[in-house]
């Protein structure tokens, strides 16, 4: 997994939904956004961190994103963007979505979490924060 984008390479995108929360909706919705906007996606639900981390560097992916909203975000991000780090994969850009106090927002931002999307964002916010933020790897 690496930020660096070819030309013509599509950016890859692994979302998921690691909680039992049924609170998809959003998600899956950003997820076809992302598509229609020429990303690669690879949308997964239920997962454990370890199952996430296994499937991002499989997958070979420059973006991850987790969507949460029943709380435990704290631990998830944590053992995300450790095992990311800890296969050398810690220059994917991690982003966060769902339902997050203003406080662990700002927790996940200091630990590497580039941007959180909560309610009232849209899909279009996250696509163009996601190509400004690769264009300035690729340049």
């Known amino acids: 997994m690496s930020t660096e984008i070819a030309p013509g390479e599509p950016i890859r995108v692994l979302l998921a939904k690691p909680t039992h929360d049924c609170h998809d909706r959003g998600v899956r919705l950003v997820a076809k956004k992302m598509r229609d906007a020429g990303f690669e996606v690879i949308f997964m639900n239920f997962l454990l961190p370890e199952e996430?981390?296994?499937?991002?560097?499989?997958?070979?992916?420059?973006?991850v994103g987790i969507s949460t909203s029943s709380g435990g975000h704290l631990p998830l991000f944590g053992d995300l963007l450790a095992g990311l780090a800890a296969h050398g994969r810690d220059d994917a850009v991690v982003i966060g979505g769902g339902v997050i106090p203003p406080d662990d927002e700002k927790?996940?931002?200091?630990w590497g979490v580039e941007a959180i999307?909560?309610?009232?964002?849209?899909?279009?916010?996250?696509?163009?924060?996601?190509?400004?933020?690769?264009?300035t790897v690729s340049s």
């Open 52 to 63: 996430v981390i296994r499937a991002a560097l499989d997958e070979d992916v420059h973006v």
């Open 117 to 135: 999307f909560g309610p009232g964002t849209n899909a279009e916010q996250a696509i163009a924060m996601i190509k400004r933020r690769l264009a």
């Open 107 to 110: 927790t996940l931002r200091s």
